[in-house]
Protein backbone atom coordinates (compact mmCIF):
# COMPACT_ATOMS: atom_id res chain seq x y z
CA UNK A 1 0.00 0.00 0.00
CA UNK A 2 0.98 3.47 -0.90
CA UNK A 3 1.54 6.52 1.67
CA UNK A 4 0.08 8.98 1.08
CA UNK A 5 1.57 11.94 1.38
CA UNK A 6 0.63 15.86 1.17
CA UNK A 7 3.54 18.41 0.25
CA UNK A 8 3.79 21.89 2.48
CA UNK A 9 5.10 24.88 0.29
CA UNK A 10 8.15 25.05 2.00
CA UNK A 11 9.01 21.76 0.42
CA UNK A 12 8.57 23.09 -3.14
CA UNK A 13 10.26 25.99 -2.05
CA UNK A 14 13.62 23.77 -1.12
CA UNK A 15 13.38 22.09 -4.25
CA UNK A 16 12.99 24.71 -7.07
CA UNK A 17 15.93 26.27 -5.33
CA UNK A 18 17.95 22.65 -5.08
CA UNK A 19 18.43 22.45 -1.51
CA UNK A 20 16.86 19.39 -1.06
CA UNK A 21 19.52 16.15 0.10
CA UNK A 22 16.95 13.43 -0.61
CA UNK A 23 14.18 12.77 -2.76
CA UNK A 24 10.77 13.30 -2.45
CA UNK A 25 9.20 10.14 -0.86
CA UNK A 26 7.64 7.86 -3.37
CA UNK A 27 3.74 7.47 -2.62
CA UNK A 28 0.41 9.02 -3.41
CA UNK A 29 1.66 13.12 -3.66
CA UNK A 30 -0.62 15.87 -3.21
CA UNK A 31 -0.68 19.60 -2.16
CA UNK A 32 -3.16 22.16 -0.76
CA UNK A 33 -5.03 25.20 -3.04
CA UNK A 34 -2.91 26.63 -0.45
CA UNK A 35 0.12 25.96 -1.65
CA UNK A 36 -0.59 26.87 -5.14
CA UNK A 37 -1.43 30.42 -4.05
CA UNK A 38 1.85 30.46 -2.36
CA UNK A 39 4.05 29.35 -4.69
CA UNK A 40 2.49 31.77 -7.40
CA UNK A 41 1.87 34.87 -5.41
CA UNK A 42 5.76 35.51 -5.28
CA UNK A 43 6.26 38.92 -6.57
CA UNK A 44 8.69 39.14 -9.41
CA UNK A 45 8.02 35.22 -10.49
CA UNK A 46 9.24 34.54 -13.61
CA UNK A 47 7.13 33.13 -16.55
CA UNK A 48 9.49 30.72 -17.10
CA UNK A 49 9.70 29.51 -12.93
CA UNK A 50 5.78 30.21 -12.76
CA UNK A 51 5.81 27.55 -16.22
CA UNK A 52 7.94 25.28 -14.13
CA UNK A 53 5.75 25.53 -10.58
CA UNK A 54 2.11 24.23 -12.76
CA UNK A 55 4.15 21.94 -14.29
CA UNK A 56 5.11 19.97 -11.10
CA UNK A 57 1.74 20.70 -9.81
CA UNK A 58 0.15 19.34 -12.54
CA UNK A 59 1.42 15.70 -11.65
CA UNK A 60 -0.09 15.78 -8.27
CA UNK A 61 -3.41 15.69 -7.14
CA UNK A 62 -4.75 18.90 -5.72
CA UNK A 63 -6.47 19.42 -2.60
CA UNK A 64 -9.73 21.91 -2.28
CA UNK A 65 -10.55 23.56 0.89
CA UNK A 66 -13.66 21.65 1.09
CA UNK A 67 -16.08 22.58 4.50
CA UNK A 68 -14.99 19.62 6.18
CA UNK A 69 -10.96 21.33 5.61
CA UNK A 70 -12.35 24.55 6.66
CA UNK A 71 -13.85 22.85 10.35
CA UNK A 72 -10.73 21.27 11.32
CA UNK A 73 -8.42 23.88 10.38
CA UNK A 74 -10.50 26.16 12.84
CA UNK A 75 -9.96 23.79 15.32
CA UNK A 76 -6.41 23.83 14.74
CA UNK A 77 -6.04 27.17 14.46
CA UNK A 78 -7.50 27.39 18.19
CA UNK A 79 -5.79 24.36 19.47
CA UNK A 80 -1.86 25.37 18.06
CA UNK A 81 -2.15 28.95 16.96
CA UNK A 82 -1.16 28.58 13.63
CA UNK A 83 -1.30 30.78 10.89
CA UNK A 84 -4.82 30.11 8.67
CA UNK A 85 -2.31 28.52 5.47
CA UNK A 86 -0.58 26.34 7.93
CA UNK A 87 -3.88 25.23 9.58
CA UNK A 88 -5.69 24.92 5.93
CA UNK A 89 -2.12 22.39 4.73
CA UNK A 90 -2.56 20.51 8.32
CA UNK A 91 -6.14 20.00 8.27
CA UNK A 92 -5.65 18.96 4.90
CA UNK A 93 -3.32 16.39 5.54
CA UNK A 94 -5.14 15.25 8.71
CA UNK A 95 -8.67 14.56 6.81
CA UNK A 96 -6.30 12.48 3.99
CA UNK A 97 -4.94 10.76 6.68
CA UNK A 98 -1.67 11.97 5.17
CA UNK A 99 1.80 12.58 6.18
CA UNK A 100 2.53 15.92 5.80
CA UNK A 101 5.94 16.59 4.12
CA UNK A 102 7.41 19.48 5.49
CA UNK A 103 10.55 21.42 6.91
CA UNK A 104 8.70 23.61 9.36
CA UNK A 105 9.21 22.36 12.45
CA UNK A 106 6.19 24.00 14.62
CA UNK A 107 4.05 21.82 12.13
CA UNK A 108 5.46 18.86 13.81
CA UNK A 109 3.55 19.69 17.50
CA UNK A 110 0.45 19.09 15.59
CA UNK A 111 -0.82 15.46 17.07
CA UNK A 112 -3.46 15.09 14.84
CA UNK A 113 -1.23 14.22 12.03
CA UNK A 114 2.22 12.50 11.16
CA UNK A 115 4.78 14.89 9.91
CA UNK A 116 8.16 14.01 7.86
CA UNK A 117 10.94 16.40 7.02
CA UNK A 118 13.32 16.57 4.34
CA UNK A 119 17.62 16.28 4.70
CA UNK A 120 19.01 19.52 3.27
CA UNK A 121 22.39 20.06 1.71
CA UNK A 122 24.99 22.03 2.73
CA UNK A 123 24.84 25.74 1.82
CA UNK A 124 27.71 26.83 0.01
Known sequence: MKIAYLIDTNIFILLFNN????????????????TEIE?????????????LIQQNLALLQ??????EVAQKAI??????????????????????????????RKLNNVSEIQTKSLALKEKS
Open 75 to 104: LLRRKYRLKTPDAIIVASAWIMNAVLLTND
Open 39 to 51: LLSFPNLSEEDEA
Open 62 to 67: RVAIER
Open 19 to 34: RLQEPIPEGDLSYSVI
